[in-house]
């Protein structure tokens, strides 16, 4: 009821929401430390002025989440995150790439393997271009985490129905679909009490001729207890992997304490252990620059070990056709070689004379392939994007600092 409601794109930043099962009824803002609210009229506002505060009042986004914990007698132990819907098009405000910017900001949410995905659709548009579905089943194609939520039943043609859909037949998902209807916007603007529009939901559901055989299923009521048992169960299941993984992070932790311990910033031996493990880093990020497989990769031009790949590929086999060799003269050399060797069984001294001999041939095409790479090794050091750059600063001060020690 104290979620900011309206047309075209409302909620413009994540809003973390933390309901608490309580006797007493207030809310609490993370940026509002030590200030109850409650008057719930003043929570929608508050959201709506700390979104105003971080975005302005023309339709911008943030993907700085809004931290709320609600305590009330009337709520279930459970942490939603409410997130924006997908966007196309922008307007106000908003940039350019806005979808890019709210898909990143869904997947920064939903790749959580701790999470359950609540993917939420109109029961009046096709659900196979259901973009909560789709971002959905990136992240999550086995349909572990993702529950389906079907909204505006009561808003649907008239002859047509959603049950196919709601009996999970359609498109099919392991928690399947829970149908709801909400109040419109008038019976907001009405001050419809939630109760009446729970009452008015539930009789919707059982007189509505497709869904009464299922009504028990549907309903606002009816999410509510699904998500806190199937979050219970989601949870119960992946606690001891996140314990286990805790644990690791703990003994790790533990041990770097143990070092610090007898911690002296003196101590010739660390300084020498902290340069070794530099270098030895250093060495890492270069080698996995030149092998292409570093986290930074450039768009836009070759870099690395692609440049020195092209070298040796192309730029050293074109200098080698390039090269006029004498097969007449090669193969008199080769003849007189092998006579002036005595014995028949001396061919192979003969043929290594022989190919060693016109070897010097090759040299500068091997020079410059050499050069070339030193070069490209030079400039990988200095300014390649797939090095970070603070790396490459403390690397430079750590070879200077090593010519200054031995001049």
Do not use: W
């Not at 028990?216 to 999410?223: C, F």
């Not at 902290?274 to 080698?287: C, P, T, Y």
């Not at 030193?374 to 750590?398: G, N, T, Y």
């Amino acid at each position: 009821d104290f979620l900011p409601r309206g047309s075209g794109i409302v909620t413009r930043r994540p809003l973390i929401l933390q309901l608490v099962n309580c006797k007493a009824e207030y809310a609490e803002f993370l940026h509002c430390k030590g200030r109850k609210f409650v008057d719930f009229d003043e929570v929608r506002m508050e959201i709506e002025a700390e979104t105003d505060r971080l975005t302005g009042s023309n339709k911008g986004i943030s993907p700085i989440p809004i931290n709320l914990r609600v305590y009330s007698p009337n709520v279930l132990n459970l942490t939603l995150i409410d997130l924006p819907g997908m966007t196309k098009v922008a307007v106000g405000d908003q940039p350019q790439d806005i979808e890019h910017q709210i898909r990143d900001m869904l997947l920064q949410f939903i790749t959580k393997e701790s999470c359950l995905i609540l993917a939420v659709t109109p029961a009046n548009t096709d659900l196979a271009n259901s973009d909560a579905l789709k971002i959905a089943k990136e992240v999550d194609p086995q349909g572990l985490r993702t529950i389906g939520v079907i909204t505006k039943l009561d808003l649907m043609d008239e002859g047509t129905d959603a049950r196919d859909i709601l009996e999970n037949k359609l498109l099919p998902l392991r928690r399947g679909y829970i149908g709801v209807v909400n109040r419109s916007q008038k019976d907001i603007d009405g001050k419809k009490d939630i109760r009446a529009a729970l009452a008015a939901e539930r009789k919707f559901f059982l007189s509505h001729p497709a869904y009464r055989h299922i009504a028990e299923r549907m309903g606002t009521p009816h999410l509510q207890k699904t998500l806190n048992q199937q979050l219970t169960n989601h949870i119960r299941d992946t606690l001891p992997g996140l314990r286990s993984k805790l644990q690791s992070q703990m003994l790790s932790l533990e041990k770097e304490v143990e070092e610090y311990k007898n911690y002296r910033p003196d101590d010739p031996t660390r300084k020498t252990k902290a340069l070794l493990q530099m270098v030895q880093q250093f060495g890492v990020d270069f080698e996995k620059c030149i092998e292409g497989s570093g986290d930074q990769v450039d768009t836009s031009n070759l870099s690395g070990g692609a440049k020195i790949n092209r070298i040796f590929h192309e730029r050293f086999p074109f200098e080698l056709v390039k090269m006029e060799f004498d097969e007449k003269e090669l193969r008199k050399e080769i003849s007189y070689a092998i006579k002036n060797i005595h014995g028949v069984r001396q061919v192979q001294p003969a043929c290594q004379k022989t190919i060693s001999t016109p070897l010097h041939i090759f040299v500068p095409p091997l020079l410059s392939a050499v050069h070339f790479t030193l070069f490209i090794f030079f400039s990988v050091f200095i300014s390649d994007p797939c090095l970070k750059p603070h790396i490459q600063k403390r690397f430079f001060q750590c070879t200077a600092n090593l010519k200054l020690a031995i001049c």
